[in-house]
């Protein structure tokens, strides 16, 4: 359950990040957001948005490009990247803040 401003912020954040992925034609993440976006335990979306964090293949080494199959025209690429990076950064910060120790 969204319990505090914290929740609402954290689910906030991530529901730029997936439309900003969308937008950018990614193919998994979008979804994966979405899904989390449904729980609708606090907790466990922080588990598991911080598991989006760990080990290969997480947002860590995500990169908005053609070249990692994103469907965005060059000319938008840089500021995709800066956008995601920010929007990545502010995920994770605010999922710290909500960890429960």
């Known amino acids: ?17 997936r439309d900003l992925l969308a937008r950018s034609g990614d193919t998994d993440w979008p979804g994966i957001i979405a899904s989390a976006l449904r729980e609708p335990d606090d907790t466990a979306l922080v588990r598991d948005v911080q598991g989006w964090f760990e080990g290969m293949g997480g947002l860590n080494g995500l990169v908005v490009s053609p070249a990692c199959g994103h469907t965005i025209p060059n000319c938008a690429i840089e500021a995709a990247n ?8 502010e995920v994770f910060r605010l999922s710290l803040a909500m960890s429960p120790g």
């Open 1 to 17: 359950m969204v319990s505090d401003s914290g929740g609402r912020e954290l689910r906030e954040s991530l529901a730029r990040l």
């Open 82 to 89: 800066r956008a995601f990076i920010g929007l990545r950064g």
